[in-house]
């Protein structure tokens, strides 16, 4: 088995489960897209964002919570779907890039 192949393999059991999968399994899922877009999608699939959530756990924030508005939920990508302070708009990429701006 070639080198390629074996690290390929790899790359598909280490992946399994984790949020980055998507990547692994469609790998031009990103280089698509207008880079504003595809900066916001690979932060979002991979949980290395700039969202309350990931800011916690890498000890940058006090709390996980959203502090935009008042559900008392953990601010991921999921939260950003849902999140009462972020209803301007529809477009992930676009809530994305308000919650930043907001939590600045």
């Known amino acids: ?6 690290y390929k393999t790899w790359l598909n059991e280490v992946s399994k ?3 980055w999968q998507t990547i692994v399994v469609n790998p031009n899922i990103i280089p698509n897209l207008p ?8 932060r ?5 964002d700039c969202l309350a959530e990931h800011l916690h756990r890498i000890g940058v924030k ?7 508005c008042p ?8 939260h ?18 308000d919650a930043r701006g907001r939590m600045t």
Not at 1 to 6: F, G, H, I, T
Not at 62 to 68: K, T
Not at 80 to 94: D, F, G, H, Q, Y
């Open 17 to 19: 489960g984790e949020k």
């Open 80 to 97: 950003l779907a849902s999140c009462p302070a972020l209803r301007s708009t529809n477009n992930i990429v676009e809530k994305y890039w």
């Open 44 to 48: 979002l699939l991979t949980g290395h």
């Open 1 to 6: 088995m070639k080198y390629r192949e074996k």
């Open 35 to 42: 880079r504003k877009a595809a900066v916001t999608h690979f």
């Open 62 to 68: 006090n709390s996980p919570n959203c502090p935009l």
């Open 71 to 78: 559900l008392n939920t953990p601010m991921n990508s999921s």
